[in-house]
Structures are given as C-alpha cells and as structure tokens.
C-alpha cells in the first residue's frame, strides 16, 4: 500500500529516528508529525510510522492509545481544550466548559456535526494564575469568561 | 533579602532571543564552569548550595550528580524533566517561555558535571508556547557554539534534544518518563534496586533533573555559594486558587505560608474568609487556618503529614466545598492511573464512587470508614507515587473537613452559600449527563 504520510514527512521520521539511541524513541515525535498530518492518527498513518521505525503495528497503537493528545478518530477543525482541574474548577472553570458546550450543543469531548471545533476537558495545563484557563487549538486563554465564549464561537469557522 | 534571581527578568521582551540573554551576563556562568572549574568542583559547589531537587521530591541536586557513576567509555544522559503537570504547579511553564536560555545555561552546566554529551528535554506536549520559545532559543545557542561540538572552544560537546510529551500525568514520575522517552506507554519502572542516575535511560547512567532545579544552577556558579545562599536561598512558588494576585512568586525557602498567601499572592477576595490550602499541589495533604503560621519548607510541612512538593499553594476559601475538591482531585488521579498496580487502578475507582454518592446525596453513614479504610489500604502499597498521592489529602480532609462530608450524607445536599464553582460542584460535571 502506498503511504499516506508524505515523503517529506518520512523523510522527518527518518531525521528523528537519528536523534536517539534507540528508534523507538522517536515514536511521540512520529505521532505528533503523523496527526499533524492526518488530522488524526488513522490505521494507515499508524502503520506508516510502523514501517517507518521497524515497529509492530500493535506496539504503535498500544502507545498511541495511552496518551490523551492522540486520536484515532477525526477531530474538529478547531481543538478546545478546557482546564477542569483544581484552580480552575476554584474558578469556574467547570461553568465555562458548560457554557462552551451548550453554545455549540455538543457534550465534553464531542464534536460539533459540521466538524468545526472539538471541546475537550483536559487536566492542569500548567496556567493556574491566569485561571479558568483553556487552550484555543496551540493558543493559550487566559481568565476566559462567558462573553468570550460567545466572541470564541462567533468567530471560529 | 536581596531581590529575585531566577524571576529577575521574566516579562522583558525577547528574553528568548540570545542577544537579549547575553545582555543581561547570560552564559557568563557556563563559559566560567566550562573554562574554569572541574566537573568535581561544580558538583561540589552544587552540593554545598543545599539545592534540593525542584520536581517534587526534594532530593539532593549535587548528590545526585555524584551518585551518577562516571566510568570512562560509558554513555550517559541529563534528562530534563519539563513535563510539568501536578495541578497547582506553574512554575516550570512559566521559566520555559519567558526566560528559556536561563534553563538552557542550567542544561549545559550540569552536563558538564557530569560529563554528558547528550541531552533530553521532555517537554510536556500542552506547552506549545514554551516549545516554540525554547526551540528557538536552543536553535539560536547552538547556531552560536553554546551546544554542539567544541563548546566555546572547550572541546566540550553536547547536544540538546527536545523532546514533546503527548498527555500523560504520570510521565512526571522520572522512571515513567523514561519509558515514554524510549517510545512506550508511560508506565513506572520498579526501583530500588536501580534508580535512573545508574540506570536510566536505555539503562544507562542518567542525570534527572527539573526545570527549576536546573534554572537554579547559573546562579549557584555565577555568584557562588554563599552569594547565592544571601538569597534565602530561593523557591519558587506558584499560587493560585482564591487570591487576587496569583502567581509565581520567588521568596526565601521557609516563607511563612501566611505571608506568602497574604502578602504575596494579595490575600482572600473582599469579604471571604481563609478555610483550607494545599501546599504542594494537590498531591500534598490538605491543611487548614491552623496550619497557616508554619514556613512552607521540607521539614516543616512534612511534620504536619503534608509536603512541599512542588511548592504549589492552592488556596480556598469559605466558598469552597471540600468534598467537592476532593472529589475533583480523586477524579484527576483514577483518570491519570495507568493501570499497573491494583491499589490505584481500583482504589481511585473506589473513592471516586463512593465521593460521586455522598455528593449526588445517596451517601451512607459508614460510607467515611469506607474511604478511610480504602485510603489505608492503598497508602504504602503503590507501584509509584500517582497513587500514593489520593490518600495524604483524602484522609486529612477527613479530619479536618469531615462534618463537611456527614453533612452531605445527612442532608443529601451541600450547607454552603452557593459560590464559585460551588453551583456547578454540586451537580457535578456539567453537559456529562446531556
């Protein structure tokens, strides 16, 4: 079968593959470049990164499936990630991810039927400071509120 | 006291581009340790500087280095440990983007020690921010012969690998992280007998030290010891929680945890009253008013059965309800667990059932002995710390807390004015049931 990920990707996972002692120390960062790719980590692009690294394909999807930023199913074009943890929940972090997703109509860690954003509860993001803290796809929000919310969902398309 | 020191130039802009770091004495330190001194004497220096390991467990930093053998011929590693996750904990995040280079100083100096010439950043993978700044900050050092071969025309090399986590709590855990270094599941390795400094990564002698610890080096060889003990010498602490000025905040070890909360960190909300702290992430035994006056150090915090840890403060106040915290950090540790020892796997099941009853107002009156007797029984019997890590705070909230929770069993409902996050606590995770 001919490979989903692109040659300048392989030709990455090969780069990395150098960088460790062992190849399968490149395995993260291979995923990582697999679901950039993708989008998600489909079979095809697993097996891809299982050739690539001379790995079993069970070994790559037993790690792929251990770790919470990895998807084996299709994501929203946009990844809400909202903070849930101690700070947060100390600061209404639970009340914006329930304004979040009545606003989209979807559940915690669903995605909208146009496949717009994914909402995602995750653990401390490290930001308790700036709490109720959520990340916008790579972008950090700070001390977010309903009203930017409501701003957030008018304008991510 | 004589100002911060790690803290010192956080916010200037462009502190990740080198120019900017070299303007303010930065490498000054490293090209000192590297032309200068032996690696015996940094570590020697590092020993006397009474720096202990920043990632939570406290350990020696320059008996660790020494601990790690030196054969000649025999591969090792530094290991960075910037997988920061314990909830309260914002220290590392906040020294990996705004001031990168200070822990890249930190990184070439302890390789140096001890005589590494390859070195991993395991970077957690939700610090996109902190990746870009430090990629950049390494790329632009490197491009200028702080890394790489023949460093400041030493002959000493190294070079420096970043490496992204990808959502695991548990890789915090140093023998975990090395498991998801080397490309598998992020599960605990068994020590004693070996610990990573003799056989770490691909069994090999490795160095595994936080980003703190490390950020805290420069400064050690930059001003020496007693100029850096006049410091305090100093700690980073994280605040948050409910007080109007959260943050990081570089004092003296041994603050008292009142002046830190209060004057630090700006006290309580207008008209909230002060009812309970963790003070070293929610893995730490949850303490109350009463415990206010004690210096937030190692001895002192672990004399009242609680820790330092990351020394992350998270403050609550009279609106806060505990059984609800509790439950939300039981919750955090059953979905983290990966699964390798029976005590955490379904003992953090277990409490996390029996807290959803009593806070959905079906609790049973021997329900609190039952979460005693299951926070007993897994205390001492974990693989690792993750799961060690429920019973200190369960069980101290039921000493301290515990009509909180016979009030939830009786009544089926919570008696607190309905405050921030009180609401939502009681109904529990909003949209789950929807």
């Keep these: 079968m001919a490979p989903v990920l692109s040659a300048a990707g392989l030709a990455e996972i090969a780069r990395l593959r150098g960088l460790y002692a062992h190849p399968q120390s490149a395995l993260l960062p291979a995923l990582h470049l697999a679901q950039g790719e993708v989008g998600y980590l489909s079979p095809a692009a697993m097996r891809d990164v299982a050739d690539a690294l001379g790995l079993p394909l069970t070994e790559v999807m037993a ?18 990630r909202v903070c849930t943890n101690l700070s947060c929940h100390l600061n209404g972090g639970d009340r914006i991810l329930d304004h979040l997703c009545s606003r989209l109509g979807i559940r915690p860690g669903g995605t909208t039927p146009d496949g717009r954003v994914t909402v995602e509860p ?17 972008e950090r929000r700070a001390r977010v509120t309903p009203g930017a919310i409501d701003e957030l969902v008018g304008r991510l398309r | 006291m004589a100002g911060p020191l790690l803290t010192k130039h956080l916010g200037q802009p462009d502190r990740e581009r080198l120019e900017t770091y070299l303007g303010t004495g930065g490498y000054q330190a490293a090209a000192t340790a590297l032309r200068e001194l032996r690696p015996e004497q940094i570590a020697d220096m590092v020993e006397a500087s009474g720096l202990r390991g920043r990632g939570g467990a406290g350990f020696p930093t320059g008996r660790k280095w020494k601990l790690t053998p030196k054969r000649e011929g025999e591969v090792r590693y530094l290991v960075v440990n910037a997988d920061e996750g314990e909830p309260g904990t914002f ?37 996109f921010t902190a990746f870009e700044r430090l990629d950049r900050a390494l790329g632009e050092a490197t491009a200028r012969g702080y890394f790489g071969k ?12 970043i490496h992204r986590g990808a ?11 090395l ?91 207008p008209g909230r009253t002060f009812k309970a702290m963790f003070p070293g992430g929610s893995s730490s035994a949850i303490l109350t008013a009463e415990h206010l006056d004690t210096p937030a150090d190692f001895e002192p915090l672990a004399k009242l059965g609680s820790m330092l840890g990351s020394s992350a403060i998270i403050v609550m106040d009279d609106t806060a309800c505990i059984p609800a915290v509790i439950r939300r950090t039981v919750h955090f540790y059953r979905d983290e667990s990966c699964g390798k020892c029976t005590p955490c796997r379904e003992g953090t099941v277990w409490v996390s059932q029996i807290l959803d ?77 929807g």
């Design chain 2, 357 to 433: 009853r009593i806070l959905g107002g079906g609790g049973r009156p021997d329900d609190l002995d039952l979460l005693d007797g299951i926070a007993r029984n897994m205390t001492g019997t974990c693989f690792c710390p993750l799961g060690e890590s429920v019973p200190p705070s369960l069980r101290a909230s039921l000493k301290y807390f515990r009509a909180e929770f016979e009030h939830h069993i009786r009544t089926g409902a919570c008696d607190l004015a309905a405050g921030e996050g009180q609401v939502v606590a009681a109904a529990g995770i909003p949209g789950a049931e």
């Design chain 1, 122 to 138: 995750v653990e401390c993001l490290a930001a308790c400071e700036e709490a109720p803290v959520m990340l916008v796809d790579t």
């Design chain 2, 150 to 161: 023949n460093i400041l025309g030493t002959g000493f090399d190294l070079d420096v690998v």
């Design chain 2, 91 to 127: 220290k590392d995040r906040t020294l990996l983007e705004q001031d990168p280079h200070q822990m890249l100083e930190g990184v070439l100096i302890a390789a140096y020690a001890n005589q590494v010439h390859r070195a991993y950043v395991y970077l957690r993978g939700e610090f």
């Design chain 2, 179 to 269: 498991e998801s270094l080397e490309g598998r599941r992020g599960f605990p390795r068994l020590k004693p007998p070996y610990y990573p400094a003799v056989r770490g990564l691909y069994n090999q002698p490795t160095v595994l030290n936080n980003v703190e610890t490390l950020a805290h080096i420069p400064h050690i060889i930059g001003l020496g010891v007693e100029g850096y003990r006049s410091y305090g010498p100093p700690i980073l602490y994280s605040v948050s929680g409910h007080v109007t000025r959260p943050g990081v905040k570089e004092l003296p070890i041994g603050t008292p945890l009142r002046e830190i909360i209060f004057e630090h960190a700006g006290g309580l909300r």
């Design chain 1, 63 to 80: 790690v792929a499936t251990f770790y919470s930023m990895f998807h084996t199913e299709r994501l929203g074009r946009h990844e809400i």
């Design chain 2, 167 to 177: 959502g695991a709590y548990i890789c915090g855990e140093e023998t975990a992280l």
